[in-house]
């Protein structure tokens, strides 16, 4: 595994040392350490039951680990006072639901509960930080109108709206893109990506699809059997031998012609692409195909 990315000293650091994580006797991620580059866009992959989500439980102090501690600006997060948590990291998990008939302005608002104490209510601040993130997520005409009667891809807007009003350096998204069609899944992407270049949020999400992972995240972590098995850039991390390993797929890794970034075509039973010997008895020029890396 490469080295652990080093976080900024004026950045928010997070980080996990030697965690094991568990659901009663099953043990789910043993002996991880990892650090979150501070002021990038994280993705972490991997196959299903692989330990993504519950590492991200574990980073938001909604799992208490078995050995091993989640640090954030050197302190341990079970340490810290749980409204000074919540002003510096925030978590989205899979699938929240509002109350019914709940407004989005409603729930955004609830995004300043940790700012808030009882001797200081709502505030001007407050105003000041829910309008800015319903205008920074594009929900402004929206937001009188119930969570509830929204779109899919709405409905995911206003719950990172409301993470964007409490006002942390870390958000944690777990699966923001699923349920939803394609183009709003490159939607909420565009936005999270908005949130880092513009706001300098430091951003880990779980995502399922490689080719967004490549093409929005700075830093990828891919996972196996809950170790971490590479980490970087996505262009040093997600190789043809990387996904046939983490994932049990065979495929062919290319350059994705709009980003630049890793593209992964995956190959199937039914659909397993030609050997360079085969391309060139065809008469193809094999130095044409665009293609990093493929396994078999």
């Not at 950045?11 to 991880?32: K, M, N, Q, S, T």
């Not at 190789?239 to 709009?258: H, I, S, W, Y």
Request: with cysteine; hydrophobic share 40%.
């Amino acid at each position: 595994m490469p080295p652990a990315h080093q976080a900024p000293a004026d950045g928010p650091d997070l980080r996990a040392e030697g965690l094991r994580l568990a659901y009663d006797d099953r043990v789910v991620v043993e002996d991880l350490d990892l650090v979150i580059p501070s002021g990038k866009v994280t993705a972490i992959v991997g196959a299903n039951a692989c330990g993504k989500s519950t590492l991200l439980r574990a980073l938001a102090r909604l799992l208490t680990p078995k050995a091993g501690a989640v640090h954030l600006d050197g302190r341990s997060v079970h340490s810290m006072p749980t409204r000074a948590l919540a002003q510096k990291l925030g978590i989205l998990p899979q699938t929240p639901v509002a109350p019914e008939g709940l407004t989005v302005i409603d729930l955004v608002g609830r995004g300043r509960s940790p700012h808030q104490t009882w001797w200081r209510q709502w505030s001007s601040t407050d105003e000041e930080a829910v309008h800015e993130a319903l205008r920074a997520t594009a929900m402004t005409d929206l937001a009188h109108r119930a969570v509830d009667e929204l779109s899919g891809g709405q409905r995911q807007r206003a719950w990172i709206a409301m993470a964007v009003a409490q006002g942390t350096p870390v958000m944690l998204l777990d699966e923001p893109t699923t349920y939803l069609d394609l183009a709003h899944q490159i939607d909420v992407l565009d936005l999270v990506t908005d949130l880092n270049r513009h706001q300098g949020r430091t951003v880990v999400m779980v995502l399922h699809d490689l080719n967004q992972a490549c093409r929005y995240a700075d830093h990828v972590i891919a996972m196996k059997a809950g170790r971490v098995a590479g980490e970087g850039a996505p262009a040093d991390v997600i190789t043809a031998a990387m996904v046939e390993d983490v994932f049990g797929l065979r495929c062919v890794v290319g350059e994705d012609p709009v980003s630049r970034t890793p593209l992964i075509v995956p190959m199937g039973r039914h659909h397993e692409g030609p050997s360079d010997q085969e391309v060139r008895q065809e008469g193809t020029d094999v130095s044409a195909v665009p293609v990093s890396g493929t396994t078999g």
